[in-house]
């Protein structure tokens, strides 16, 4: 047995490397993940009236699949059409999510189409986002708003680890890259300015959602059960490829939201 197979490899890529069986992302016991239809298992039927329903199937979301392949809880905190400023401004709290029954010891925040693509919000930047008194100084933009979400679920779980996903390229993008590129480029800004945080590029390592991937992987403009299942292996995969890659990060992984600390 060869231990260098396990560990990172000199220019090896995000997603050189696929996991079928979550690799190790199956550290982390407790999984949360925020986000839209596409993270909620969101499908397309027909209604009876040629109209088009939208259905939220939580057992077919990328975040179950996570689950069953890594055997880790795994909290789906998604619904179609969220975006961060409906999420942090009411309806995290009457659905019951920040209750610390549900700290984890990882995050995966997957949100910004519906908030810069669909509802045309600012993108924003870090000037948007205040370290005190967040929930009354931060700016109204998706970053602010984004920002106020990291800022609550570190003051639930301080110690977490966070991972914050990028949008695809391609499918649904259209004519809108440069929106999608400044959405990226704040993530990896969020990731430089909040501790144990992490982003998993998608757009700049996953695959283009090109017609051959969507005619594959899509039922109209959500991803089908085997779309969901293959980002399920994307982000463990990604996640993986982080720890490997910074293993000293994660040694501890195991006394998050403990008391508990080798120094």
Not at 84 to 91: F, H, N, P
Not at 226 to 250: C, H, L, Q, W
Request: proline share 3%.
């Amino acid at each position: 047995m060869n231990v260098n197979d396990y560990l990172y490899s000199e220019n090896e890529k995000p997603l050189d490397r696929i996991c079928r069986d979550g690799g190790f992302t199956s550290i982390f016991r407790t999984i949360c993940c925020v986000g839209d239809s596409l993270s909620s298992g969101e499908f397309e039927a027909t209604a009876a009236d040629g109209g088009t329903l939208y259905l939220d199937m939580f057992e077919y979301s990328w975040g179950q699949f996570i689950g069953r392949m890594c055997g880790s809880t795994v909290y789906n905190f998604s619904r179609g059409g969220m975006t961060a400023s409906e999420y942090c401004s009411g309806w995290a709290e009457a659905q019951d999510f920040w209750n610390p029954k549900y700290a984890s010891q990882a995050y995966i925040i997957a949100l910004g189409v519906n908030d810069i693509l669909n509802m045309s919000q600012p993108v924003g930047t870090m000037d948007d986002v205040c370290d005190e008194d967040w929930h009354k100084n931060n700016t109204a933009t998706f970053a602010g708003w984004y920002g106020q979400l990291i800022q609550r679920l570190r003051e639930i779980r301080p110690d977490a680890k966070f991972f914050f996903m990028t949008m695809c390229r391609g499918g649904w993008v259209g004519d809108r890259e440069d929106k999608i590129d400044a959405h990226a480029e704040l993530l990896y800004k969020m990731a430089e300015h909040f501790p144990n945080s992490y982003v998993i590029d998608l757009r700049k390592y996953g695959p283009v959602h090109d017609e051959a991937f969507c005619n594959a992987f899509y039922m109209g403009g959500h991803l089908n059960p085997m779309g969901y299942r293959f980002t399920a292996e994307e982000v463990t995969s990604y996640i993986d490829y982080i720890i490997r890659k910074n293993p000293e990060d994660f040694k501890q992984v195991a006394f998050i939201g403990t008391p508990y600390k080798k120094l």
